[in-house]
């Protein structure tokens, strides 16, 4: 059975930092395509990165520079680097795995987890 476990979200200010952490049990991170969404109140749910292996990553343009997405073999986790957060990153971010289709589109995942929320204040 297939579980992602989401943690690190929390309250920032602007210009703060965070980092999330997806902790994965019943498959191999760094042999699926991993990836972060994020969906806040009213709107849909948006790609923000993703990662396959060692370093094909993807990333929604409104994140780029600012966040990173990697992945540990080891502890078997992928994580987001939040930098330099603005209001507008304020939603319940999700940690999804196993990818067949567009990295950045949710329907292309299978497994999810329960999300994490990251509020940023002005």
């Known amino acids: 059975q297939v579980q992602l476990v989401e943690s690190g979200g929390g309250s920032v200010q602007a210009g703060g930092s965070l980092r999330l952490s997806c902790a994965a049990s019943?498959?191999?991170?760094?042999?699926?395509?991993m990836g972060w969404f994020r969906q806040a109140p009213g709107k849909e749910r948006e790609g923000v990165a993703s990662?396959?292996?060692?370093?094909?990553?993807y990333y929604a343009d409104s994140v780029k520079g600012r966040f990173t997405i990697s992945q540990d073999s080891a502890k078997n986790t992928a994580y987001l680097e939040m930098n330099s957060l603005e209001p507008e990153d304020t939603a319940m971010y999700y940690c999804?795995?196993?990818?067949?289709?567009?990295?950045?589109?949710?329907?292309?995942?299978?497994?999810w987890g329960q999300g994490t929320q990251v509020t940023v204040s002005s």
């Open positions: 019943g498959l191999t991170v760094s042999s699926n395509r």
């Open positions: 990662i396959f292996g060692g370093g094909s990553t």
């Open positions: 999804a795995a196993r990818c067949i289709g567009n990295p950045l589109r949710a329907y292309a995942y299978s497994y």
